[in-house]
T-cell receptor, first 112, second 113 residues
Framework: DGGITQSPKYLFRKEGQNVTLSCEQNLNHDAMYWYRQDPGQGLRLIYYSQIVNDFQKGDIAEGYSVSREKKESFPLTVTSAQKNPTAFYLC???????????FGDGTRLSIL | KQEVTQIPAALSVPEGENLVLNCSFTDSAIYNLQWFRQDPGKGLTSLLLIQSSQREQTSGRLNASLDKSSGRSTLYIAASQPGDSATYLCAVRRDTGGFKTIFGAGTRLFVKA
């Protein structure tokens, strides 16, 4: 079945450590997105990519980095510069902005 | 700046009741509006997407309407079932500014058997 796979489901970060969240899709979608969800709040856009080797900052990009070397993969790195990384991270994709976004099952990141 | 608000934050109804969830947005220059369902600890599932030129979309027991001039959308759920219990989020894609989508905080729905 086609879909979006996020891994790991749970991740723990130590102080000063960078961690990378994986997002893979086999839907052949051009656009991919990373969102952060905090309790009681809507999703906030971290980064998005419309095509391979291109990506744009969202509303809360500070302390995060991404790459888009392959169409099906859009990994997110949470760097040590992100001082409040504890959240639920969601990856999404679609053909283009006129089409529905499809989401993975998320990664929950916590601080040790 | 586009803001999306969903009221109420939580709603509890008995099984079989018809219900309406509300979504309001501050800037009427939208490209489309999407309704999602989110189960606890899971990602979002797309329910309905309404393009800015459309007034409503229907899928099974769900009907979503869009009134851009008043900055409002509603999600109507007919004959609610316990399996409908989840958080429902609406999201607005802006007419300008690229691919950015603004999400509401959601309405948590509980359908009692």
């Amino acid at each position: 079945d086609g879909g979006i796979t996020q891994s790991p489901k749970y991740l723990f970060r130590k102080e000063g450590q960078n961690v990378t969240l994986s997002c893979e899709q086999n839907l052949n979608h051009d656009a991919m997105y990373w969102y952060r969800q905090d309790p009681g709040q809507g999703l906030r856009l971290i980064y998005y990519s419309q095509i391979v080797n291109d990506f744009q900052k969202g509303d809360i990009a500070e302390g995060y980095s991404v790459s888009r070397e392959k169409k099906e993969s859009f990994p997110l790195t949470v760097t040590s510069a992100q001082k409040n990384p504890t959240a639920f991270y969601l990856c999404a994709s679609n053909w283009d902005s006129s089409q529905p976004q499809h989401f993975g099952d998320g990664t929950r990141l916590s601080i040790l | 700046k586009q803001e999306v608000t969903q009221i109420p934050a939580a709603l509890s109804v008995p099984e079989g009741e018809n219900l309406v969830l509300n979504c309001s947005f501050t800037d009427s220059a939208i490209y489309n509006l999407q309704w999602f369902r989110q189960d606890p600890g899971k990602g979002l599932t797309s329910l309905l997407l309404i393009q800015s030129s459309q007034r409503e979309q229907t899928s099974g027991r769900l009907n979503a309407s869009l009134d851009k001039s008043s900055g409002r959308s509603t999600l109507y759920i007919a004959a609610s079932q316990p399996g409908d219990s989840a958080t429902y989020l609406c999201a607005v894609r802006r007419d300008t500014g690229g691919f950015k989508t603004i999400f509401g905080a959601g309405t948590r729905l509980f359908v009692k058997a």
